[in-house]
């Protein structure tokens, strides 16, 4: 692999549910989130999460770097988000690292899915970093779809990011 440093972005929207599901399925033993009943949400397109992924084969662990935008989090969040590029990383069978940027556009504990919009963007730009790294062919590529129940992991109204304007979980 090139030393050259790559950068990765993703930007997704929040969701806001219309219809909230109300319970979780006990998570299976990888902690999959799934809603107990169907729930219905509306996609904002203007209102998002950008993740900026640096790869950096020098380094020996992921470093997420706290954006001056960015609102500061409980140490339980930050853990929450690296261990969830972890996640991937592991599925994606990738042992590197990054440095994480992350920010929303939009007020912090407003009651807007700023977690969900987070947990899809960090996925969908881990996925596609790797795939860029490891130079994955076009068909053996993550669909939005997997991508989207990979997000669930993090946070499970995170795969209603991927998806709009309506979207059932």
């Known amino acids: 692999l090139s030393q050259v440093m790559m950068s990765f972005h993703s930007k997704m929207p929040i969701n806001i549910a219309l219809i909230k599901y109300i319970g979780k399925v006990k998570p299976s033993k990888y902690g999959l989130n799934q809603a107990l009943h169907p729930c219905l949400s509306y996609t904002l397109q203007d209102l998002y999460t950008e993740v900026a992924l640096h790869y950096a084969p020098e380094h020996s662990q992921d470093v997420l770097l706290m954006h001056p935008k960015a ?5 339980k969040d930050r853990v929450r988000f690296v261990d969830h ?8 069978q990738f042992d590197g690292y ?13 009651g807007l899915a700023s977690s969900a919009s987070s947990f899809a963007a960090l996925t969908d730009c881990a996925v596609n ?6 130079n994955t062919s076009a068909s ?18 995170a795969c209603r990011s991927f998806f709009g304007p309506f979207c059932t979980w």
């Not at 990054?98 to 407003?110: C, L, Y």
């Open 85 to 92: 590029l972890a996640f991937v990383k592991e599925y994606m």
């Open 71 to 75: 609102p500061k989090l409980a140490h």
């Open 140 to 157: 053996d590529k993550l669909t939005t779809l997997e991508k989207a129940q990979l997000s669930r992991f993090g946070s499970g109204s």
């Open 129 to 134: 970093a790797i795939e860029s790294i490891h």
């Open 98 to 110: 990054f440095t994480i940027d992350s920010f929303n556009n939009f007020p912090f504990s407003a």
